[in-house]
């Protein structure tokens, strides 16, 4: 069984910061790409950014400069770095993963969700 653990989310004012962290756990023989998606109320998922394994980043254009997405490897762990937070921020955030299981096919894993609330 594969699991995605998120932490990290919690009420913060406009223009603060949170770190969020995803360890992903279980029988895992690889991971390609993590990443983050965010949904706010009454929207669709959409993507945040994302790493390949390699470490090759992509961003949504609305929060370029202000968040920083890491991982490492070794303990199948992927980071958001938010900061100058606004509120369109607001939203639950999960963390996804496109993993190769030991005896397993390769599949897309999502973490249950970290809400993330700033406050104007």
């Known amino acids: 069984q594969v699991q995605l653990v998120e932490s990290g989310g919690g009420l913060v004012q406009t223009g603060g910061s949170l770190r969020l962290s995803c360890a992903a756990s279980g029988r895992i023989l690889s991971i390609n790409a993590m990443g983050w998606y965010r949904q706010a109320p009454g929207e669709q998922r959409e993507l945040v950014a994302v790493i390949t394994s390699g470490g090759v980043t992509n961003y949504a254009d609305s929060v370029k400069g202000r968040f920083t997405i890491s991982r490492v490897n070794a303990k199948n762990t992927v980071y958001l770095q938010m900061s100058s937070l606004k509120p369109e921020d607001t939203a639950v955030y999960y963390c996804?993963?496109?993993?190769?299981?030991?005896?397993?096919?390769?599949?897309?894993?999502w973490g249950k969700g970290t809400l993330v609330t700033v406050s104007s």
């Open positions: 996804y993963a496109d993993i190769v299981k030991v005896y397993g096919p390769r599949m897309d894993y």
